[in-house]
């Protein structure tokens, strides 16, 4: 994914364009690879948020074209769930007051050795940046 990438998504009966990394509550660790590309990693728990969103927003028609959303993005790997990501997001529960759908996201970027973690959620910012360099999606450099 490139990560100032523009996309389209339905709203009620309008089309906005947003950035890729507008998808709330999508939270990514970004890896840089061997030839220099930024490339995104999110936990399987992205699907889930999304979904239960959608869902209690009135919104659950829309839930399939959402995941497909995601799942078709550029340079993105959704990782699922091991047994060592879950111990690890319990001690970042523990250790950091993490949320667990958090402490999830936040182990599988530190699992697969993400340099950044980008999320607009201060909160989760703060609590993050002993752990894992964390970053807002404003502050990639464009075209990464």
Same mark, same amino acid.
């Given at each position: 994914?490139?990560?100032?990438?523009?996309?389209?998504?339905?709203?009620?009966?309008?089309?906005?364009?947003?950035?890729?990394?507008?998808?709330?509550? #999508?939270? %990514?660790?970004?890896?840089?690879?061997?030839?220099?590309? +930024?490339?995104?990693?999110?936990? @399987?728990? *992205?699907?889930? /948020?999304?979904?239960?969103?959608?869902?209690?927003?009135?919104?659950?028609?829309?839930?399939?074209?959402?995941?497909?959303?995601?799942?078709?993005?550029?340079?993105?790997?959704?990782?699922?769930?091991?047994?060592?990501?879950?111990? #690890?997001? %319990?001690?970042?529960?523990?250790?950091?007051?993490?949320? +667990?759908?958090?402490?999830?996201? @936040?182990? *599988?970027?530190? /699992?697969?050795?993400?340099?950044?973690?980008?999320?607009?959620?201060?909160?989760?910012?703060?609590?993050?940046?002993?752990?894992?360099?964390?970053?807002?999606?404003?502050?990639?450099?464009?075209?990464?």
């Amino acid at each position: 994914m490139i990560l100032r990438k523009t996309c389209q998504r339905k709203v009620g009966q309008t089309t906005k364009h947003t950035s890729t990394w507008e998808l709330s509550p #999508l939270k %990514v660790g970004v890896i840089t690879t061997q030839q220099g590309r +930024l490339v995104g990693i999110t936990s @399987s728990v *992205t699907e889930t /948020e999304v979904a239960l969103d959608l869902a209690s927003t009135g919104n659950r028609d829309k839930i399939d074209d959402a995941l497909r959303l995601i799942e078709g993005m550029e340079n993105l790997t959704i990782c699922p769930l091991g047994s060592y990501v879950a111990r #690890l997001a %319990v001690k970042l529960v523990l250790d950091s007051g993490l949320g +667990l759908h958090d402490a999830y996201h @936040s182990a *599988t970027a530190l /699992e697969n050795k993400a340099g950044i973690f980008v999320t607009r959620d201060k909160s989760l910012r703060n609590k993050l940046k002993k752990t894992i360099g964390v970053s807002e999606p404003e502050s990639i450099p464009k075209g990464s």
